[in-house]
Antibody, heavy 126, light 116 residues
Framework: QVQLQESGPGLVKPSQTLSLTCTVS??????????WSWIRQPPGKGLEWIGY???????YYNPSLKSRVTISVDTSKNQFSLKLSSVTAADTAVYYC??????????????????WGQGTLVTVSS | QPVLTQPPSSSASPGESARLTCTLP?????????IYWYQQKPGSPPRYLLY?????????GSGVPSRFSGSKDASANTGILLISGLQSEDEADYYC??????????FGGGTKLTVL
């Protein structure tokens, strides 16, 4: 059973960089067919996809956050990480890491998040 | 990026069916996309339910009961999640999602389903 666990500071000051790590257990982050993702959810609001990374290091980011987001992977530790720079109160949210199943065929692609971490609340406040 | 519109709330009684909608913007044809559905209960991460492209191309998440099903209404450019035989445990928030490209995943705003 794959498990994901987010870790990192729960409080970040405005203009600073939010940094979170997701530790994967029960499976290798280097397994093909999966991307490793971050999603966030402001309190009482909906979900927002942040981006994902393949174990090789290829990344895809939400265009609305692209200028501030970096996702990296450490296969030796079976971890991947999120950095979000220049944060404001609008970045206060529960941050989830998740495994993204990905199948590419000639006729189309299929991708869904099958395993999720429990989420960690990050508050941006001075 | 596209906006997927979901009604903020919906309600139905136990045993009845609930029809949750996800409307795509007019410049995106629902017929061209897989519609993915997630369920989220308070204090928990979302759970993948299913995807729907067509009656011949659909998939159920692991352990998801068959009373959860998907469909589309092309005339309304809408994806639909149908929950039949509603149970109290189905009370949750439901989110639709599409992938307009490899580099963009978009969630709908979510619908809070109340089982009366």
């Amino acid at each position: 059973q794959v498990q994901l666990q987010e870790s990192g500071p729960g409080l970040v000051k405005p203009s600073q960089t939010l940094s979170l790590t997701c530790t994967v257990s029960g499976g290798s982050i280097s397994s093909g067919g999966y991307y490793w993702s971050w999603i966030r959810q402001p309190p009482g609001k909906g979900l927002e996809w942040i981006g994902y990374i393949y174990y090789s290091g290829s990344t895809y980011y939400n265009p609305s956050l692209k200028s501030r987001v970096t996702i990296s992977v450490d296969t030796s530790k079976n971890q991947f990480s999120l950095k979000l720079s220049s944060v404001t109160a609008a970045d206060t949210a529960v941050y989830y890491c998740a495994r993204l199943v990905n199948y590419d065929y000639v006729w189309g692609s299929y991708r869904w998040f099958d395993y999720w971490g429990q989420g960690t609340l990050v508050t941006v406040s001075s | 990026q596209p906006v997927l519109t979901q009604p903020p709330s919906s309600s139905a009684s136990p045993g009845e069916s609930a029809r949750l909608t996800c409307t795509l913007p007019s410049d995106i044809n629902v017929g061209s996309y897989n519609i993915y559905w997630y369920q989220q209960k308070p204090g928990s991460p979302p759970r993948y339910l299913l995807y729907y492209y067509s009656d011949s191309d659909k998939g159920q998440g692991s352990g998801v009961p068959s009373r959860f099903s998907g469909s589309k209404d092309a005339s309304a450019n809408t994806g639909i999640l149908l929950i039949s035989g509603l149970q109290s445990e189905d009370e949750a928030d439901y989110y639709c999602m599409i992938w307009p490209s490899n580099a963009l995943g978009v969630f709908g705003g979510g619908t809070k389903l109340t089982v009366l």
